[in-house]
């Protein structure tokens, strides 16, 4: 079975940084794995993916620049790094893996996402 755990998620003040980690059980999936986040009252949305099998990321307008993802080539560990947070990054975290390989188009689709944590709270105050 697999599992996603996450953890690191907490309370910071505006501009400050934080770090979530997914621990990542169980052989599942092709290689994508990553983080979506939703706020009370919004849709899910992706905030960044690494797809290991070709070492490529994708990241959400909103957190270019701001937000690095990072993870173990088994993907057994994935790290978000967030900086310069903002009030509107609070949200519930999840960390979301898939089967499939992921590309520019799909990487943020949630479908595309065969597994999912329980999620993290991040929350920023002003």
């Known amino acids: 079975q697999v599992q996603l755990v996450e953890s690191g998620g907490g309370s910071v003040a505006a501009g400050g940084s934080l770090t979530l980690s997914c621990a990542a059980s169980g052989y599942f999936y092709s290689g994508c794995i990553g983080w979506f986040r939703r706020a009370p009252g919004k849709e899910r949305e992706g905030v960044a993916v690494i797809y290991l099998g070709a070492a490529v990321k994708y990241y959400g307008g909103s957190v270019r620049g701001r937000f690095t993802i990072s993870g173990d080539n088994a993907g057994k560990m994935v790290n978000l790094q967030m900086s310069d947070l903002k009030p509107e990054d609070s949200a519930m975290y999840y960390c979301?893996?898939?089967?499939?390989?992921?590309?520019?188009?799909?990487?943020?689709?949630?479908?595309?996402?065969?597994?999912w944590g329980q999620g993290t709270q991040v929350t920023v105050s002003v």
């Open positions: 979301a893996a898939a089967r499939r390989a992921c590309y520019g188009s799909t990487w943020s689709v949630e479908n595309e996402y065969n597994f």
